[in-house]
């Protein structure tokens, strides 16, 4: 089983940057996944960005795409994702989860999750 905590959330002003860090740890599966997902107040929860260990291959939203960078899960228990030009729209509580795979568009592939961060941008 694998355990995650999140940290790095906080209050910025819009344009400004947060670097998120998802510290893993337990026992890992050969191949695995780490994906950032977030979720605002009543809305369902998007992924953000996920990276695979076997070749550190990423994927982003095309919300977050050039703004976000995801880092990490190659052998080291800590994975990041690093946020620049944050936008009001950003504003969420944000995961880390483990699975297999990368697929954003299906949270319910991640068998471990974290407690989550708040992330909120002001205008």
């Known amino acids: 089983e694998v355990q995650l905590v999140e940290s790095g959330g906080g209050l910025v002003q819009a344009g400004g940057s947060l670097r998120l860090s998802c510290a893993a740890s337990?026992?890992?599966?050969?191949?695995?996944?780490i994906a950032w997902f977030r979720q605002a107040p009543g809305k369902e929860r998007e992924g953000v960005s996920c990276?695979?260990?076997?070749?550190?291959?990423?994927q982003y939203a095309d919300s977050v795409k050039g703004r976000f960078t995801i880092s990490g899960a190659n052998g080291k228990n800590t994975v990041y994702l690093q946020m620049n030009s944050l936008k009001p729209e950003d504003t969420a509580n944000y995961y880390c989860?483990?699975?297999?795979?990368?697929?954003?568009?299906?949270?319910?592939?991640?068998?471990?999750w974290g407690q989550g961060t708040q992330v909120t941008v002001s205008s």
């Open positions: 337990g026992t890992f599966y050969d191949d695995y996944a």
């Open positions: 990276i695979s260990s076997s070749d550190g291959s990423t």
């Open positions: 989860a483990a699975g297999f795979v990368c697929s954003l568009g299906v949270p319910g592939l991640y068998r471990s």
